[in-house]
């Protein structure tokens, strides 16, 4: 079994293998496609929405279809997110999923 200071001394070794790697190569800007910029965002910004029209729908539909709307937006979400071949397929998937998650609260 190994004792603290060989734990001590792999964990140093690994630290500068990862300080060694990470001054060759940024993997911040390593991604700078601007649809992938938008894939990520889009659900944050469906979101947003979604929060808007959870609001109206409680007030004048009620709580429970409030959730079952945002229910059935999370799934049709998720039902093309899985079989998604095209970047617009993968869009509207998460504009659903976004939707589907504030719509609710």
Avoid at 5 to 16: A, D
Avoid at 54 to 65: A, D, I, Y
Avoid at 89 to 105: K, N, S
Wanted: charged share 10%; with cysteine.
């Amino acid at each position: 079994t190994p004792n603290i200071f060989q734990c001590l001394i792999f964990i140093l070794r690994c630290w500068k293998q990862v300080s060694i790697h990470h001054e060759t190569v940024n993997t911040f800007c390593k991604y700078g496609d601007p649809l992938i910029r938008l894939f990520v965002s889009v659900l944050f910004l469906a979101g947003i929405v979604g929060a808007f029209i959870g609001s109206f729908t409680s007030k004048h539909l009620g709580r429970k279809p409030t959730m079952v709307l945002g229910g059935f937006s999370c799934l049709t979400g998720a039902i093309l997110l899985a079989p998604a071949v095209h970047m617009a397929m993968l869009m509207f998937g998460r504009i659903c999923m976004g939707l589907g998650e504030l719509i609710p609260r």
